[in-house]
């Protein structure tokens, strides 16, 4: 940001609560992937199975009774590690603590001593939040996204 610059404000506060997402959420949790992720949103497939996968964690913001946030993690044991494979919060309830949220409820979710997860190189917002969770950067999928963007590997150690 210039000096010139005016800063941006954060949104104000909306009341929401976490609850976890079930196979009921499918088409609100399909229509949320597309809203922040476009192209690179999940099918329709992933989707239902990320929601039926026995041990993935599946957990929805809600404000106003409609799903506004989404974050799932999938256990991967043999790994002793997790991966968060998608979080969400819909453009128009960004900024108001939903994202840090889901982050916190997903990672507590889960025992394993190592959490990973992939953000696309220019969503800087969701890095710095990432950051501010203790994720480093330790790898780079070259192209991983629409338009040959790459995703940056973070992950999280945590102690035992």
């Known amino acids: 940001m ?19 997402a079930t196979l009921r959420d499918l088409f609100a949790a399909r229509a ?16 239902f199975a ?12 809600i404000t106003d009774e409609e799903m506004v946030g989404l974050a799932i993690g ?21 900024r108001r603590g939903i994202g840090r949220a ?3 409820a997903c990672e507590a979710a889960t025992r394993q001593p ?3 997860l992939s953000v696309r190189a220019s969503n800087q917002p969701a890095i710095a939040l990432y950051k501010q969770f203790g994720y480093q950067r330790v790898n780079v999928w070259s192209g991983y996204y629409s338009g040959g963007e790459d995703g940056i590997v973070m992950e999280k150690h945590r102690a035992q």
């Open 50 to 61: 990320s929601l039926l996968f026995p041990g993935n964690t599946r957990l929805k913001a």
């Open 74 to 94: 999938e256990e991967r044991r043999h790994e002793h590690s997790a991966w968060i494979a998608t979080i969400a919060v819909h453009p128009s309830h960004q």
């Open 32 to 47: 949320l992937e597309r809203a922040c992720f476009g192209p690179d949103a999940w099918g329709y497939f992933e989707m």
């Open 2 to 20: 210039t000096p010139s610059s005016p800063a941006i404000p954060a949104a104000s506060p909306v009341p929401f609560t976490i609850t976890p």
């Open 102 to 104: 889901l982050l916190s």
């Open 114 to 116: 190592i959490i990973k």
